[in-house]
């Protein structure tokens, strides 16, 4: 009786062996149908300017083409909107000029990916309001 247990944890672990072995097509590469909204969103307010920068989204490439939409606002409903920019870098800088000194300002970005045809991502937010100085 032994012996057919081992007979039969040896064929199972041939038959495991073959199958693992098996050859298998490589899985498309993985593209959602909207972009990903950016990432490590970072206002560095250090005096008469703002810097606000972040990350490309999950799953992009150089090649998808891609340009972002930094909303600036007085309000977090964005109904406000004091500036608006569209960009192919990953961050942007407003002086005291473009924005009113020792106002709070909240900001937004989106990515689009031009070269893919993928839907806008969503909206990332700053974390907390921002002013500059005059």
Request: charged share 15%.
């Amino acid at each position: 009786m032994k012996a057919y247990g081992q007979l039969a944890g040896f064929l199972v672990a041939i038959a495991t062996l073959i199958w693992a072995c098996e050859k298998k097509e490589a899985p498309e590469e993985f593209r959602p149908s909207r972009v990903f909204a950016p990432t490590g969103l970072v206002v560095t307010a250090p005096n008469t300017h703002v810097d606000i920068t972040w990350s490309a989204p999950l799953y992009s490439l150089p090649s998808d083409g891609f340009s972002y939409t930094i909303q600036v606002s007085t309000d977090n409903s964005f109904q406000a909107i004091v500036r608006e920019v569209k960009t192919e870098l990953q961050t942007v800088r407003f002086d005291n000029t473009q924005l009113t000194p020792d106002v709070p300002y909240v900001a937004r970005v989106k990515a689009e990916a031009s070269a893919t045809g993928q839907a806008a991502s969503n909206w990332s937010v700053t974390p907390l309001p921002f002013t500059v100085t005059p």
